[in-house]
């Protein structure tokens, strides 16, 4: 896996230490509000084999955690785990707002999980996969850790950015990328690094089938994957 170059690697903690206050808010505004369903789609997939506990990875402001409690079946149970304080906050926040008790956020990392082995049925990721295998030196520990915190036959889930097959659809998303998303975001939330960030990855990020190559390497047993919207997203499913 090619992810050792550490002068590649962002500083992705101290990043997301400073975008969250209009976090939520962007993400609606610079995806057409398609993030929403392709969360759902990823909540679907992780309740298909009935879990009864289950991780929302990197939640950020804490929708998929809050997506699954709302849809999984009583007494399941979800966790949430975020190393950004910030983030977890505002998550919580949410979860008040919405009279959600029951969601366990918690800080900590990918890379060193503060959960034991085969604790959990399923473990999602909605927008932070890229995070967490773009260039990053850790993303061997983050396989690694993902699949110990999964029981046998438990599933990963990862929603995220993609690259379309179509050729001159993808020449037209990485120009959004570049020419709306970043400079937008930027202005927006006065964070014009992190949003050239994420505008620089997305467009570099690895296809579909080299995701699954990828992850397959890693020890998964079994990878599919679906394309959405043409291409510029993707919904991973990886069996233990």
């Given at each position: 896996?090619?992810n050792?170059?550490?002068?590649?690697?962002?500083?992705?903690q101290?990043?997301?230490?400073?975008?969250?206050p209009?976090?939520?808010?962007?993400?609606?505004?610079?995806?057409?509000?398609?993030?929403?369903?392709?969360?759902?789609?990823?909540?679907?997939?992780?309740?298909?084999?009935?879990?009864?506990?289950?991780?929302?990875?990197?939640?950020?402001?804490?929708?998929?955690?809050?997506?699954?409690?709302?849809?999984?079946?009583?007494?399941?149970?979800?966790?949430a785990?975020?190393?950004?304080?910030?983030?977890l906050?505002?998550?919580?926040?949410?979860?008040?707002?919405?009279?959600?008790?029951?969601?366990?956020?918690?800080?900590?990392?990918?890379?060193?999980?503060?959960?034991?082995?085969?604790?959990?049925?399923?473990?999602?990721?909605?927008?932070?996969f890229?995070?967490?295998?773009?260039?990053?030196?850790?993303?061997?520990?983050?396989?690694?850790e993902?699949?110990?915190?999964?029981?046998?036959?438990?599933?990963?889930?990862?929603?995220?950015?993609?690259?379309?097959?179509?050729?001159?659809?993808?020449k037209?998303?990485?120009?959004?990328?570049?020419?709306?998303?970043?400079?937008?975001?930027?202005?927006?939330?006065?964070?014009?690094?992190?949003?050239?960030?994420?505008?620089?990855?997305?467009?570099?990020?690895y296809?579909?089938?080299?995701m699954?190559?990828?992850?397959?390497?890693?020890?998964?047993?079994?990878?599919?994957?679906?394309?959405?919207?043409?291409g510029?997203?993707?919904?991973?499913?990886?069996?233990?």
């Amino acid at each position: 896996m090619e992810n050792s170059d550490k002068k590649s690697y962002r500083p992705l903690q101290k990043m997301f230490m400073s975008v969250p206050p209009k976090y939520d808010l962007l993400n609606r505004v610079l995806t057409l509000r398609f993030d929403e369903s392709w969360r759902k789609k990823a909540t679907t997939q992780l309740l298909s084999n009935h879990p009864k506990r289950l991780l929302d990875l990197c939640t950020g402001t804490g929708d998929l955690a809050l997506r699954l409690y709302k849809t999984a079946a009583h007494g399941t149970e979800v966790y949430a785990l975020d190393f950004s304080q910030p983030m977890l906050e505002l998550a919580r926040e949410k979860a008040a707002r919405r009279e959600v008790k029951e969601v366990d956020f918690r800080f900590g990392d990918a890379a060193d999980m503060p959960y034991e082995d085969g604790f959990f049925d399923g473990v999602g990721i909605a927008y932070a996969f890229r995070n967490l295998t773009y260039k990053n030196p850790d993303t061997d520990k983050f396989f690694a850790e993902i699949l110990r915190v999964l029981r046998p036959g438990g599933q990963f889930v990862a929603v995220e950015t993609s690259q379309p097959d179509n050729p001159i659809m993808r020449k037209l998303y990485h120009a959004q990328m570049k020419y709306i998303t970043a400079p937008v975001g930027g202005l927006l939330s006065g964070e014009k690094e992190a949003y050239k960030y994420l505008a620089d990855s997305a467009s570099d990020f690895y296809t579909p089938e080299e995701m699954k190559k990828i992850l397959l390497k890693a020890g998964f047993s079994k990878v599919s994957y679906k394309q959405l919207l043409g291409g510029v997203a993707a919904l991973w499913t990886c069996i233990k």
